[in-house]
């Protein structure tokens, strides 16, 4: 098995999971739901992750261009460009009552179709090459990082591989979109299953 067949395997079988057993059936007003502090909607780990993940393409292969573009943020009526490491409570409610949920979860099927991509056209001996540095400090520039709460992220991320950063979409996705959303549903009454 190759090393991108493996990845595959593995981020779509997490997708699988999260679409299948904790996405599917929900309604815009369960996806965005903020039940309490400390734990923020679906909605938002939804657009967390997919964001990571757009991003950290860019990050695997430098001629990549991200999905989120001007139309994307209009087509979901979100008009901020970071990844959401660091957003406060009050920006968290304003994301949520903002979002169009329709538009977030195609945004997440068409950067799920760029990471798959990606992992399929990264050479192996790329997996042991390390992110550039720049790259990593461009995301203050750039506004990936748009706030004081987050700016550690560059300097921890510092040395990581492009085989680190590709195998964060699953472990990331698992993360939010497996523990997170295990937190939300329960604490709103929402069973999980088929």
């Known amino acids: 098995m190759q090393s991108s067949e493996f990845f595959l395997e593995q981020y779509d079988t997490v997708r699988g999971i999260v679409d299948n057993l904790f996405l599917k ?3 815009d007003d369960q996806l965005k739901v903020q039940p309490k502090e400390g734990l923020n909607s679906i909605a938002w780990y939804m657009w967390h ?3 990571w993940q757009d991003f950290a393409n860019t990050l695997i292969m430098p001629s990549c261009k991200q999905v989120l573009d001007e139309q994307w943020m209009t087509r979901m009526n979100v008009f ?3 990844v959401g490491t660091g957003m406060t409570r009050e920006e968290c409610t304003e994301f949520n009552k903002a979002v169009n949920v329709t538009e977030l979860r195609a945004y997440w099927h068409t950067v799920g179709d760029a990471v ?3 992992a399929r056209s990264l ?3 790329d997996l042991r090459k390390p992110v550039e540095r720049n790259q990593l400090y461009q995301m203050i520039e750039d506004g990936t990082i748009a706030n004081e709460r987050a700016k550690w992220v560059p300097s921890f991320l510092e040395g990581k591989t492009r085989g680190w950063f590709i195998s964060m979409a699953v472990w990331h ?3 939010h979109l497996l523990g997170g959303v295990v937190c939300v549903r329960r ?3 929402i069973p999980v299953g088929l």
């Open 49 to 51: 992750t997919t964001r």
């Open 123 to 125: 050479p192996p001996d």
């Open 173 to 175: 996705m698992a993360e």
């Open 116 to 118: 798959r991509d990606v």
């Open 187 to 189: 604490v709103c009454g």
């Open 25 to 27: 059936g929900l309604d």
């Open 80 to 82: 901020r460009r970071d």
